[in-house]
C-alpha cells in the first residue's frame, strides 16, 4: 500500500472544517471566499501553528487561483444536505459575477 502526502486542504478539512459546518450555514463567509477575500482562512492558518510559512503562502496562491478549493475543504466532512446548500450559492454567486447582477443574497436567504 502506498500512502499519498496530505495535501494543504487535508489539513485544512482535519482542523477547520468540523468547526465551520457546525456554526451552520454562513452566507457571508460563501461570499467572501468566492470573491477571493481569504485573509481570515489565512489568519487562522498561519496562526494555528500546524503550518510553515511556505505551506500558508502556497495556500494562499492555490486558493487565489481556485477560492472554491477552499470551501469544499472545509466542506470535506459535511452531510450531502449542507453541501448542496453551498453549492446552490457559490453557482448564484457565479453567475452573480459573470452576468453582473444583483440580489443573490435575498434569493438564497
Request: glycine share 6%; charged share 25%; with cysteine.
Amino acid at each position: 500500500m502506498k500512502a499519498e502526502p496530505l495535501t494543504c486542504g487535508d489539513y485544512v478539512t482535519a482542523t477547520f472544517a468540523r468547526d465551520f459546518v457546525a456554526e451552520g450555514f454562513d452566507y457571508d463567509t460563501v461570499e467572501r471566499i468566492h470573491s477571493g477575500d481569504l485573509d481570515e482562512w489565512m489568519f487562522a492558518l498561519a496562526q494555528s501553528g500546524l503550518f510553515t510559512n511556505r505551506v500558508v503562502a502556497h495556500a494562499r496562491q492555490a486558493w487565489q487561483d481556485d477560492p472554491r478549493s477552499l470551501l469544499d475543504s472545509l466542506l470535506a466532512d459535511a452531510d450531502e444536505m449542507t453541501v448542496k446548500r453551498y453549492d446552490v450559492v457559490w453557482q448564484a454567486l457565479t453567475r452573480t459575477a459573470q452576468f453582473g447582477t444583483s440580489g443573490v443574497a435575498a434569493e438564497y436567504a
